[in-house]
């Protein structure tokens, strides 16, 4: 790695923030005072974004660190942060040469987005290194029912079998009725849906309970939903043994211990 533009006696550096939200968006920001393309990729001149001061160490610490900011660019908005588009986006900060940005860039730190705190027009963000991700246990504690979470690597299901696009027919508060649905809306309990269009394209809400063809969503969607706004839905999973032997025939992926004793053992006698 070639870094001599750092050794100059007047120094041209500049922060550079790439920003990849859980919905595919990627949005890129700089602290210099004007526009820079990089690799083709344009990063919006937004000097008001600091980051803190970042160590870099071989050590196993939790690189965390803070970046502070104004709500002074379109793409960064109150409503989005309310809408929780930025939860689990992720970030890389670099730093680059403004007066020659072809030159190669020192990567500092990258990570995801923790918590997110408002005061008044400005936020601050706390960065989870992948240090952080050290907390998690080594080996996985025992449980009745199953750890994997539907679809993911552990589970080994392809989502898309259990996937269905529709049109939202009518919408109250957190109940939404959608026509492709017909009387199969108790499959997609602890499920998900996702919108497609409209205000709240990109964002997903887990499904607490369904009947008939309307789903009850954990939360009320942040922006109005209107009648004919595509959604994509996705079943869910209780994570119980028989509905994964029963439901989806995957008992031999279920990752839980359905018949291990449990603290309650002692009281499962005749005549508890």
């Given at each position: 790695m070639s870094l001599d533009w750092l050794d100059r006696a007047v120094t041209s550096s500049a922060y550079l923030w790439r920003l990849e939200r859980a919905?595919?968006?990627?949005?890129?920001?700089?602290s210099h005072d004007r526009d820079l393309v990089i690799d083709a990729f344009r990063y919006r001149a937004v000097p008001g974004m600091v980051p803190s001061t970042i160590a870099l160490s071989d050590s196993l610490e939790v690189d965390n660190v803070e970046i502070a900011g104004v709500m002074s660019?379109?793409?960064i908005t109150e409503a989005d942060l309310e809408?929780?588009?930025?939860?689990?986006?992720?970030?890389?900060?670099?730093?680059?040469?403004?007066?020659?940005?072809?030159?190669?860039a020192l990567p500092l730190i990258c990570g995801e987005f923790g918590e997110i705190s408002r005061s008044g027009d400005r936020f601050t963000v706390e960065m989870l290194g992948?240090?952080?991700?050290?907390d998690e246990p080594v080996a996985p504690v025992t449980s009745p029912t199953c750890r994997a979470e539907f679809g993911d690597r552990q589970c080994k299901l392809g989502l898309h079998r259990f996937q269905m696009e529709g049109a939202v027919v009518s919408a109250s508060g957190?109940?939404?009725?959608?026509?492709?649905?017909?009387?199969s809306a108790a499959d997609y309990i602890f499920g998900s849906l996702r919108f497609l269009d409209g205000p709240n394209c990109g964002l997903s809400h887990a499904i607490v309970d369904g009947q008939d063809n309307k789903v009850r969503l954990a939360d009320p969607p942040a922006g109005p939903v209107a009648e004919g706004t595509r959604v994509m839905l996705t079943q869910g999973c209780n994570k119980n043994f028989a509905t994964c032997r029963d439901r989806f025939a995957n008992a031999v992926n279920f990752r839980g211990e359905p018949y291990l004793p449990g603290n309650d053992l002692l009281t499962r006698y005749p005549g508890a």
């Open positions: 919905d595919g968006v990627a949005l890129g920001f700089t660019n379109a793409a809408a929780r588009r930025w939860d689990g986006a992720r970030l890389y900060i670099s730093l680059v040469d403004w007066d020659q940005p072809e030159a190669e992948a240090a952080s991700f050290l957190e109940e939404i009725a959608i026509a492709a649905l017909a009387d």
